[in-house]
């Protein structure tokens, strides 16, 4: 009896420690290579830079079994000018994406938000220019819902730029 009970105590301990496992970033190299990548290729235009624009966009992308880009969607975005640049950057990530599971296609979902770094004292033209972008802004939304249950949401990349005053 002695024998089945710890039989029983470490087939469950083992199953345990299976379920405890944590699957692997899906981009090579982890979350800080991811966001140095995105960092490093997006390049943000210079009809951005212009309108001072700022803003968030959220992207749904599919990716196969070799980690290739097969479809990209806009959940969300503030402004169709942020949108370029992310979408050019998506590309360049073909084969860099890791699908869990062995799964023939897998989607993610991941928000960026764009800012300009700001002057140490800011003027007013500065400030008339940001709230130009921001009242005459269009957002893009899709009325789908997210699937999440379906997706993987990966980490916010944050990108800042420079201006020229």
Not at 16 to 38: H, V
Not at 42 to 48: D, G
Not at 85 to 109: R, V, Y
């Amino acid at each position: 009896m002695k024998k089945i009970i710890v039989l029983f105590i470490a087939v469950l301990s083992a199953a345990g420690a299976k379920a405890q496992t944590e699957l692997a970033f899906p981009f090579q190299g982890g979350a800080p290579i991811l966001t140095r990548f995105f960092k490093d290729s997006l390049t943000v235009s210079p009809e951005i830079i212009k309108a001072r624009a700022t803003g968030t966009s959220v992207f749904k992308f599919t990716a196969d079994q070799k980690g290739t880009i097969k479809k990209i969607i806009v959940y969300y975005s503030d402004d169709a000018i942020l949108v370029s640049p992310i979408i050019e950057a998506l590309k360049k990530s073909n084969h860099k994406w890791i699908i869990p599971d062995h799964e023939k296609f897998h989607d993610f979902i991941i928000p960026f938000s764009i800012s300009f770094n700001p002057p140490a004292v800011a003027g007013k033209a500065l400030e008339q220019q940001a709230y130009d972008f921001y009242s005459k802004r269009r957002p893009i939304m899709s009325y789908n819902q997210v699937p999440l249950d379906n997706a993987t949401l990966l980490p916010t990349v944050v990108v800042n730029y420079d201006i020229a005053e």
